[in-house]
C-alpha cells in the first residue's frame, strides 16, 4: 500500500504512533539508538517513520513533547538504525 501510495502521491500518515507501539519506544533498539543520536525514544520513531515516507500522525498536552515531536529535522538516522527498527518492527 506504502508502495502504492508513493507511486500516486499519496502522502501516508500513521495514527496511535505512540500509543500502538510502546513495545518498540521500550526496546533496546530504539534506546540505544536514543542515546546515541541523544534524542528521546520518541523522536527516534518519529525520525524513522518520517525517513521512511510516512508523516507521523501525534497528539499531546505537553509543551515539551510537542518541542520534542516537532524536533526531528535537524538530525538524520544512518541506514543501519534505519534497517534496525525495520527488523524489530518486523518482529512484530
Ligand atoms: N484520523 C484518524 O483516523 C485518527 C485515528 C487516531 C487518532 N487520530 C487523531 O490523531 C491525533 C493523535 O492521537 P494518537 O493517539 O493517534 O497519537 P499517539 O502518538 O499514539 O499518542 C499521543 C500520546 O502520546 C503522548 N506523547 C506525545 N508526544 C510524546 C513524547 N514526545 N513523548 C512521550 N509521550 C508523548 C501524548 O501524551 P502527553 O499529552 O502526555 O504528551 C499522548 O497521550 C489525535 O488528535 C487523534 O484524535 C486520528
Redesign the pocket.
Known sequence: MRHWCADHGVIYQS??????NPHILASNTVRTIAQKYRR?E??IFFRYLSQSGIV???????E???R??LGIFDFELSFEDLKNVTLLLNQG
Open positions: 495514527f496511535w504512533t505512540l500509543t500502538a528521546t520518541a523522536q507521523p500522525i501525534t497528539g499531546t498536552t505537553s515539551q513533547h510537542m520534542e515531536d
